[in-house]
């Protein structure tokens, strides 16, 4: 068992290290190029200050939201439940929109939380074929370039140490952006489920507001 958890170095001659995997831009537009076969997290770094003072009031009074069903249902259940929290509201109901646009799926599942467990410390991919995530307060989602991984490691659940070839590589979305993953379920031949995990926040006090969505193919509920 220790040989298979064992670190793996970088051959030159492995062409699949090459690829990069990721694409992290302003526009909201270029989240739509997670659909490359090479891509599998698609990133819009973006300002939320205008969002602050109902981001802290929701952070404080803690919240956990969750819907499921269509798209336009949960709109409805959103506009109910965050009434008090208009600028929130027209966010989440707009990056709802925004992931039926791209995933033109039939049915979602929405969670709007605040965080302060460390939910998934392992570097892992999620057994789903898409899902969108935006941590509005506190540190963002970790995750690993291609050639930053060790997927025997991944595969055979060893510890991050292991699956992680450099530490000092090891990237983190921004506070407000909007981040797409790909899981093992993606419908498209030849692409990799991205390799991520939740920051680490429960001994230092911090606490996140995260939104999470998915189609209703996802099967892990972990993030």
Same mark, same amino acid.
């Given at each position: 068992?220790?040989?298979?958890?064992?670190? *793996?170095?970088?051959?030159?001659?492995?062409?699949?290290? %090459?690829?990069?995997?990721?694409?992290?831009?302003?526009?909201?537009?270029?989240?739509?190029?997670?659909?490359?076969?090479? #891509?599998?997290?698609?990133?819009?770094? =973006?300002?939320? @200050?205008?969002?602050?003072?109902? #981001?802290? !009031?929701?952070?404080?009074?803690?919240?956990?939201? =969750?819907?499921?069903?269509?798209?336009?249902?949960?709109?409805?259940?959103?506009?109910?439940?965050?009434?008090? +929290?208009?600028? #929130?509201?027209?966010?989440?109901?707009?990056?709802? %929109? &925004?992931?039926?646009?791209?995933?033109?799926?039939? $049915? +979602?599942?929405?969670?709007?939380?605040?965080?302060?467990?460390?939910?998934?410390? %392992?570097?892992? @991919?999620?057994? /789903?074929?898409?899902?969108?995530?935006?941590?509005?307060?506190?540190? $963002? @989602?970790?995750?690993?370039?291609?050639?930053?991984?060790? *997927?025997?490691?991944?595969? /055979?659940?060893?510890?991050?140490?292991?699956?992680?070839?450099?530490?000092?590589?090891?990237?983190?979305?921004? !506070?407000?952006?909007?981040?797409? &993953?790909?899981?093992?379920? +993606?419908? %498209?031949? $030849?692409?990799?489920?991205?390799?991520?995990?939740?920051?680490?926040?429960?001994?230092?006090?911090?606490?996140? &507001?995260?939104?999470?969505?998915? !189609?209703?193919?996802?099967?892990?509920?972990?993030?």
């Amino acid at each position: 068992m220790q040989q298979s958890c064992s670190k *793996r170095t970088k051959s030159p001659m492995d062409q699949s290290l %090459k690829i990069k995997n990721w694409i992290v831009e302003d526009s909201p537009s270029k989240l739509h190029q997670i659909d490359n076969t090479e #891509i599998n997290i698609a990133i819009q770094n =973006r300002d939320i @200050t205008h969002l602050s003072d109902e #981001i802290d !009031t929701l952070l404080n009074n803690g919240v956990e939201i =969750r819907f499921k069903g269509d798209a336009q249902s949960i709109v409805k259940d959103i506009e109910n439940e965050l009434e008090e +929290y208009p600028l #929130i509201k027209n966010d989440v109901i707009s990056l709802l %929109k &925004l992931f039926k646009e791209i995933t033109k799926s039939n $049915g +979602y599942r929405i969670l709007l939380a605040t965080i302060n467990s460390n939910m998934c410390r %392992k570097f892992h @991919t999620d057994i /789903n074929d898409l899902r969108m995530l935006c941590t509005y307060k506190g540190p $963002g @989602t970790l995750w690993l370039s291609e050639n930053n991984i060790n *997927r025997k490691a991944l595969e /055979n659940r060893c510890e991050n140490n292991n699956i992680v070839l450099d530490e000092n590589k090891i990237k983190q979305a921004k !506070t407000g952006s909007v981040v797409l &993953l790909k899981g093992a379920l +993606y419908p %498209k031949e $030849g692409t990799n489920a991205i390799v991520h995990r939740s920051p680490t926040i429960e001994e230092s006090g911090k606490k996140r &507001l995260l939104l999470r969505i998915d !189609t209703n193919e996802f099967l892990n509920f972990l993030q």
